[in-house]
């Protein structure tokens, strides 16, 4: 297999890696809306509150960010300031797009050890309402941030090849 053919089905895979995160985020984001709803219905028309439905509405918002993430970055459709990259040549262009996703896997990389940090003594508690096992509760976070340095390794390629990353959701020259 070359190292194009390999190149191409890594990217792939994380193409598909990052859109099952993004259809499991799309779920998250149907399941926060819905918890918000049936507490807000229990508490006005039941003078009662769900702990676990809070609890598990913060689960799904902090899910659905940090799963989307991965395909908005591979797509190009992430929050950027790119006047400073559009308004240079090709070429020193091309060096600011690597620099910049060198820092963002320089921060992937910091969060992954502070990840590291804080599981090592969290994973062994649960949380308060659910029960359910902080290393549960931390995964969704932990696999979009270990997508997202994937994703900034593969468009950082993209620039150093000679492909130029999606800046604000279209291709560039």
């Given at each position: 297999m070359s190292t194009r053919t390999g190149r191409q089905a890594a990217r792939t895979l994380l193409d598909r890696l990052a859109t099952l995160c993004l259809i499991a985020a799309i779920v998250f984001l149907a399941m926060t809306a819905g918890l918000i709803v049936l507490q807000v219905v229990c508490r006005n028309f039941f003078d009662m509150g769900l702990p676990w439905a809070d609890e598990l509405a913060r689960f799904s918002g902090v899910s659905l960010?940090?799963?989307?993430?991965?395909t908005l970055a591979l797509r190009g459709r992430h929050i950027s300031v790119d006047l400073v990259p559009n308004a240079l040549p090709r070429l020193p262009r091309r060096v600011v797009l690597a620099v910049n996703e060198l820092a963002v896997f320089a921060f992937c990389a910091l969060t992954l050890y502070g990840f590291h940090g804080f599981l090592e003594r969290a994973a062994k508690f649960t949380?308060?309402?659910?029960?359910m096992p902080n290393w549960i509760f931390y995964a969704p976070p932990l696999i979009g941030i270990v997508l997202l340095s994937a994703a900034s390794i593969a468009r950082f390629i993209d620039c150093v090849s000679g492909r130029m990353p999606e800046i604000g959701g279209s291709a560039q020259p």
């Open positions: 960010v940090y799963l989307a993430v991965p949380t308060s309402a659910m029960g």
